[in-house]
């Protein structure tokens, strides 16, 4: 089945650093995908839609020039979140989109495993 | 909007116990998908059902089945004979057909306890 990846699984960075977090599709193509941040026993919200060949769409309250999306190519999505702080700690997760063979009306959701920030 | 609530927040059951998650959703669109996501303690989802708004078909899957109502915009979940492994937090999501590409409205999860 289609499988979507991120890299890395579990980042530690102390406050201040850039952390590139990358998405990628491995058995398909994703002309859009998904960022979503979990914070611990909370639900998860949507960040941005990232887009290929195009900027990224970003969800109200979220800041685009601290977490900057570049959808290089049909397979990779990345994230970044700059000059991060503790208040960034989070579980990001992306997602991807794909048609299913069968007809029109049965697109699934892919999910990475998610990557665990902490900022120190 | 889209809305979906999750009114159980956390559920403890003992092992072989029945247990149903509720999930109620809110959209205008006629046409839309509803998720049932599994995160367990190593939080990755793990992808359980999708559901399309015209398949009102209840379905089963081994122990687990799903409770599709239109008429009260529901979709919810049952596990069956409960096992210590169904420990997880449970999400129930929607999203729109408008679009291939169009994200998840995830409700706030249920976290199911089974203790042996």
């Known amino acids: 089945g289609a499988v979507v990846s991120q890299h890395p699984s579990r980042v530690i960075c102390k406050s201040g650093t850039s952390v590139k977090i990358e998405c990628r599709s491995l058995d398909f193509q994703a002309t859009t995908m998904f960022w979503y941040r979990q914070f611990p026993k909370q639900s998860l919200m949507l960040m941005a839609t990232s887009n290929e060949g195009s900027k990224a769409t970003y969800e109200q309250g979220v800041e685009k020039d601290k977490f900057l999306i570049n959808h290089a190519s049909l397979t990779l999505s990345t994230l970044t979140v700059t000059s991060a702080h503790p208040e960034d700690s989070s579980f990001y997760i992306c997602?991807?989109?794909?048609?299913?063979?069968?007809?029109?009306?049965?697109?699934?959701?892919?999910f990475g495993p998610g990557t665990r920030l902490t900022v120190l | 909007a889209q809305k979906v609530t999750q009114a159980q927040t956390e559920i403890s059951v003992v092992e072989k116990e029945d247990v149903t998650l509720d999930c109620v959703y809110e959209?205008?669109?006629?046409?839309?998908?509803l998720f049932w996501y599994k995160q367990p303690p190593s939080g990755e989802l793990v992808f359980l059902i999708r559901?399309?708004?015209?398949?009102?078909q209840n379905e089963i899957s081994g122990r687990y089945s799903w409770n599709f109502q239109k008429s009260t915009s529901s979709f919810n979940f049952t596990i069956t004979a409960s096992q210590v492994v169904d420990s997880a937090v449970y999400f129930c999501?929607?999203?729109?057909?408008?679009?291939?590409?169009?994200?998840?409205?995830f409700g706030k999860g249920t976290r199911l306890s089974v203790i042996a």
């Open positions: 997602s991807a989109p794909t048609q299913i063979a069968g007809g029109p009306g049965t697109d699934t959701q892919y």
């Open positions: 559901r399309n708004s015209f398949d009102e």
């Open positions: 959209t205008r669109d006629t046409t839309y998908y």
């Open positions: 999501a929607l999203s729109t057909f408008s679009s291939g590409n169009t994200p998840l409205v």
